[in-house]
Structures are given as C-alpha cells and as structure tokens.
C-alpha cells in the first residue's frame, strides 16, 4: 500500500534542478525517513508531497490523487507537515497552539466542536502535555516545545505526519523521546511517518523504509539494512566509514572516520 | 489563569475567554470616563454632571454649542482615529510577523502623507478641503499596492513586504520633504499640522463619515478573526494546517490600509498609535483576534483622546495637534506594562 507516490516528479527553484523525474512510493502505515547530504534536496522533497512547493513537470499522488487537484484544506485533513524549526503565535498556549491543528475542520461558525475538544485533549494526551497545556509555548524547553508542535499535527487527524528535522536542537535524551513517540503513534494509531532525519545511526534504529536523495534522484531505498551500506556513505556523503550490526538493536550501526584512520 | 469557557448552540462554537470579556468591560468603561472627562475640560471648564445635563437637556445655548458642536464632535474623531490606527496595526504585526510592524513603517501613512501635501500644495488653492481626506486615501492605497506588487515574487512573503514598504516610505517621505521645500509658507504651516496628526476644528459630517465607512469594515473584520492568529505561523507551517496564506495575507492587508487610510484621511498622519496600542492590548489580553483587536481599539481610541484633550487644554491659548502628545502619553504606559510583567 502506498501513502504518497511521485511520478516523473521535477522540483526546481528559479532555474536549478532539485529533483530530476523522480519516481517514488512511500509505503503507508510505515516510518520512512529521507537521508542525503546538506542540500541534497530531501527538504524540498519533503516540502513538495505536502503540497508547498509547485512541481515543475510530474506529480505528487497522495492516497491515488494528484496533490495539485486537491484544496489546501482537503490536503491538510489528509496530511500534516511539521517544517524545520516552527515559529508559534506571540504568547499563545500550548493548548491554543494544538487547537490551531484544528484549522481544516473549522469554520466562521464552528470554531470549537465537540470533536475539535475531543481531538485537542487526545493529542495533549498522546505527547503527555496536560500539564503543560496553559503554559505559554515561549516558556517551554526545546523538547516540550517539539512535543507541543507534534501534538498541532496530531490534532489535526491525519493518516499521514511529515516532519523535516524534528530532532534538531535537542539533546540526545529529547531526540530519542521524539522519536519513541513517533514510533508509538505509528504502531498505535497505525500512522505514516515521513522524515528527514541527519542522524544516520537513529535513521536506521527508527526507520522501516529509508530513502537516500542523492544526485537528484532517490539513489537508493528499501529496508536500511540493505540500504546504508560503506559505499552508499562513500558516495552521498563523501565519508569513509564502516557499517556495524548495532550491538543492542541489530540495525546498522555507521562509524565515522574522520582523517584519521583506525589502527 | 485566565478562565475559559465553551460555547456550543447547533452549528455555531466558540471558545470564550471570560477574562477577556471582563477586561474589555473595564476598558470600555475608562473609554466612557475619558470621553466625559475630555467633554469637560477645556476653556470653559464644566463638572461631569453639567456635561450629562448638557448632552440629555440642552438648556444653555452657548454651553450647548461649547459640548455638542464644538467638543463632541472632536472628541469621537479623536476615538475613531486611534481605534482605527490601532486594528490596523494589529493586524499588521500579525501578517507581517514582526513586533515593528505598523501603518507608519509600511508606507501607509507615507502616501496618504504624500497625496495629502501634493493636494494641499497644488489643488486646495481651486478645490478647497473637502477633497483631502480622499486624496490622503488615494493616497494610502496606491503606495500599499505599489509595496505589495513589489514584493510580490511567486507569491509575497512577509519579509519583502516590510523591507521593500520601508524603502517605499522613506522614497515618499522624502518626496513628501522636497514638496513642502518649495510650497507657501501657509500651505507649509497646514500640511505641518496635517503631517503631525490634528483633530482641531472636527464637526459632526467628519467623525460621521469616519463611523460609516468603519461601519462598513466591520463585517470583514469578524469575517476574518480567525485567519489572523495563524498568519502568525511561518507560510508552510499555515498552509500545512489548510490556510490559504497568500489570499488571507492580501485580504488582511487590504483591510489593515482601509481601516489606517481612512483614519488618516481624516485625522492627519498621528504616528504611533498604530504601533503602541497593539502592544498595550497583547500585554492586557490573551491571544486571539477578537479580544485583542477590541482592546486595542480601546487603547488607541484613549490614547488620541487623551493626547487631543492634552494639546487643546495644557497650552491654553494654544491648540496643539494631537499627533505630538500621542508618544508621550503612550511610551511610559507602554514601559510600565514592560516592565511589571518582567518581575
């Protein structure tokens, strides 16, 4: 079963080629994650399946439909998408934040169903934020600030969550919360998770698909198993390293060599 | 913490804010206070009581013509023109995403500032003054377009729209200098007082016609509540949750020109009103549009009455434009509000 697809897919902006004809199906109910190198355009990507970015030849299909034939609206109940570093509203509440995940399902007339309530204390729920819930977002640490950002996205009932970079700027205990929680939320809720992640270690740990955007193009995808080997690294990120089974979890394990070399 | 509660009746919901309800009530009864204080005070110097008696049984002709024509009509131009100024700013800070925002930093006042010197210099002399006020409009509108088509690159993002609105208005301003250089002194003097922002001599037609065409704007400001907290998010982060960020963002920004135009048009170009009374009203009520965009209507409405109230009776026998006492007034309540919500 596939969540999003792309066909023939070519992102450009002004006149350089991001993404060249890109063919791609993005498995549902599992969590892929986008690796490359800085600039390798897996944001851009990443950017274009949540319809924020125009292609310029080829399309995205998201759940069988081109992306460009939907509304703004019927794409946000479908999917959310969780950019780079997120600014939130002068003041507001952790709570006001999650409700504005809410926005699809509103109207002038209704600005706070039932179910909106419903929907808001479940996501506050999910990422463990009652507490928090009418704090302002300013005051928050780096982690429960992602945590208040994730809940925006649950609230707004998608089947599908993509988050660029969600571990940036946290320490490694809050990046490993995050990502447990994504990992929850996708065997719980049985939900897609679309990611760009820079970590290649916890990529592998977290991931059920990988892809690595590299030279325009997927350069490769599949299982990360098959996908992070020594030459893959060698390539995309121009690194020499070695890839070892993680001795805990049996994922690969990337060890990076620097100038200097193991004895 | 602030108290919260649901409304629900068939197809309509809203979360209300009690607090915010409160607090407003309390604003709106200053802004009574104010206005009875200013209807008193001035020359001729009357109680409270007098003013209500005055107002509700008009017995003394000259005191009658002191209060209802004289004061009244100034003191709700005043009102109007700070309310105005004050939502516009509002609701600039929000599409722009930056606390500096107002009508006076992104070219609005510049070109209603440099239509109405053109007019005063080159038109008044056959046509008189009854055009200004349409002109300073013209004005307002056509520099708000020319910033927003210049900013416009597949779309306009809130960065280019202040950059290229602060370059805009020092263009215009310094038109606005060059024009007045080589103008008659008398045209120099009005424009003066023009430029700084004045509410003297206001009758009844003039406040009126700001009411109406305010009136007007209303609808498309309850229309549009909900769609300004979250142009406050990046344009991915509200177009991800469904916004239609580029429609809202022009239709906002349209209003924000019609609401400080007008204002402008007939109170003159009173800086800082638009920028100050926002912040006051964000520091005294929640988040959210509606609360926040009727205090700071309260606030600016306050801040020109009391800074018109100032000029006409500190200086006696000297009428002073409101404009110049707008920032004195303002900056300390401002600066108190700072700094007692830094301990």
Request: some cysteine.
């Amino acid at each position: 079963m596939t969540s999003i697809a792309s066909r023939g897919l070519t992102l450009s902006y002004q006149r350089q080629v991001i993404i060249d004809a890109l063919d791609m199906q993005l498995p549902k109910g599992k969590i892929s994650v986008l690796i490359g190198s800085n600039g390798c355009g897996k944001s851009t990507l990443l950017k274009s399946f949540a319809r924020l970015l125009k292609p310029q030849q080829g399309s995205v299909i998201l759940n069988g439909v081109d992306i460009q034939k939907k509304s703004t609206a019927a794409v946000a109940r479908e999917l959310a998408i969780l950019p780079q570093t997120p600014t939130a509203p002068e003041g507001i509440t952790v709570r006001q934040l999650v409700a504005l995940g809410r926005y699809p399902y509103q109207s002038w007339m209704q600005q706070w169903s039932a179910e909106d309530e419903t929907m808001v204390n479940r996501a506050l729920t999910q990422t463990s934020l009652q507490a928090l819930a009418d704090r302002p977002v300013d005051a928050l640490s780096g982690g429960q600030r992602q945590r208040a950002w994730i809940a925006m996205t649950l609230a707004q009932d998608t089947g599908i969550v993509l988050l660029d970079e969600p571990t940036t700027f946290l320490d490694l205990a809050h990046q490993i919360e995050v990502l447990d929680l994504l990992r929850d939320l996708n065997r719980l809720e049985n939900k897609t998770i679309i990611m760009v992640l820079h970590d290649l270690n916890l990529a592998c740990r977290y991931a059920d698909h990988m892809v690595a955007v590299h030279e325009r193009t997927a350069f490769a995808q599949g299982r990360p198993e098959d996908v992070l080997t020594q030459a893959l690294v060698k390539t995309v990120f121009d690194l020499n390293c070695r890839i070892i089974p993680d001795p805990f979890f049996g994922t690969p394990m990337c060890i990076p060599f620097g100038r200097e070399l193991p004895q | 913490m602030d108290k919260v509660v649901t409304w629900r009746r068939g197809g309509y919901s809203r979360r209300v804010n009690l607090s915010t309800w409160l607090r407003l009530a309390a604003a709106l009864v200053l802004t009574v206070l104010v206005m009875l204080g200013s209807l008193s005070l001035g020359k001729v110097i009357l109680s409270p009581l007098e003013v209500i008696r005055i107002l509700f049984s008009s017995q003394d002709a000259s005191l009658t013509l002191i209060v209802e024509q004289l004061r009244f009509p100034r003191i709700v131009l005043a009102a109007l023109v700070g309310a105005a100024l004050s939502v516009s700013g509002l609701i600039l800070q929000s599409i722009i995403r930056n606390p500096l925002a107002s009508p006076d930093l992104l070219g609005i006042t510049s070109g209603a500032s440099a239509a109405a010197v053109l007019y005063l210099s080159f038109l008044s002399a056959t046509l008189g003054q009854q055009f200004l006020p349409l002109a300073a409009m013209l004005g307002a509108a056509l520099a708000t377009l020319a910033i927003y088509l210049l900013a416009w690159k597949q779309g306009t993002s809130p960065l280019r729209l202040v950059l290229i609105g602060v370059g805009v208005s020092a263009m215009l301003t310094a038109a606005t200098t060059f024009i007045l250089v080589f103008s008659p002194l008398t045209t120099t003097l009005s424009a003066y007082v023009w430029l700084t922002g004045s509410v003297y001599g206001a009758s009844w037609p003039e406040p009126l016609a700001l009411a109406s065409w305010l009136l007007g704007i209303c609808p498309l400001l309850v229309l549009l509540a909900r769609q300004v907290m979250v142009q406050q998010l990046d344009d991915n982060l509200a177009q991800g949750i469904g916004v239609r960020v580029q429609w809202l963002r022009a239709g906002l920004l349209l209003v924000s020109v019609a609401l400080a135009g007008a204002a402008i048009a007939w109170g003159g170009a009173i800086a800082f009103v638009g920028l100050i009374a926002p912040h006051i009203a964000k520091r005294l009520v929640a988040p959210g549009f509606a609360g926040q965009a009727v205090m700071a209507a309260l606030i600016g409405a306050n801040l020109v009455m009391l800074a018109d109230l100032v000029g006409r009776t500190l200086f006696l026998p000297l009428d002073l434009p409101a404009g110049i006492f707008v920032a004195v007034l303002g900056t300390p309540f401002f600066l108190y509000l700072l700094i007692k919500q830094r301990h």
